[in-house]
């Protein structure tokens, strides 16, 4: 039987774990750091949008749990995100995925669902 890509990603935890790596990554990202960076002063806020990025992905990747959160438009209007910020978003979310392990093939999957999201997110 196949798996999930929520299970070949971990389930809600291994999840977590590249999300927070992929925040981390964002912050040294000197090319997307200035959106991220000031979350740091911010903890609480931080916390709500990681979790937020877990349930939508831990929903759109075949998990038990249904996403409540804004839709990506929504959540991504007024932030007038360019291409090439949403292409290293990408590589930084790649290098969480090598960082936990993340076969090939699973991280096609995920970088499929990434693509089919830009349009919601680049340039609203």
Same mark, same amino acid.
């Given at each position: 039987?196949?798996?999930?890509?929520?299970?070949?990603?971990?389930?809600?935890?291994?999840?977590?774990?590249?999300?927070?790596?992929?925040?981390?990554?964002?912050?040294?990202?000197?090319?997307?750091?200035?959106?991220?960076?000031?979350?740091?002063?911010?903890?609480?806020?931080?916390?709500?949008?990681?979790?937020?990025?877990?349930?939508?992905? +831990?929903?759109?990747?075949?998990?038990?749990?249904?996403?409540?959160? @804004?839709?990506?438009?929504?959540?991504?209007?007024?932030?007038?995100?360019?291409?090439?910020?949403?292409?290293?978003?990408?590589?930084?979310?790649?290098?969480?995925?090598?960082?936990?392990?993340?076969?090939?093939? +699973?991280? @096609?999957?995920?970088?499929?669902?990434?693509?089919?999201? @830009?349009?919601?997110?680049?340039? @609203?």
């Amino acid at each position: 039987m196949n798996k999930t890509l929520f299970e070949r990603l971990g389930g809600r935890n291994g999840i977590s774990k590249i999300v927070d790596d992929t925040v981390e990554n964002h912050m040294n990202n000197p090319a997307v750091n200035a959106r991220f960076m000031p979350f740091k002063e911010k903890p609480e806020q931080l916390a709500i949008i990681k979790s937020h990025t877990v349930d939508f992905f +831990s929903a759109g990747s075949g998990g038990p749990n249904d996403y409540k959160g @804004k839709d990506m438009v929504t959540a991504h209007t007024g932030m007038n995100i360019s291409h090439a910020e949403y292409m290293h978003v990408m590589d930084d979310i790649v290098m969480a995925l090598d960082k936990n392990n993340i076969d090939e093939d +699973s991280k @096609k999957d995920v970088l499929s669902i990434l693509w089919s999201l @830009k349009g919601m997110m680049i340039g @609203k």
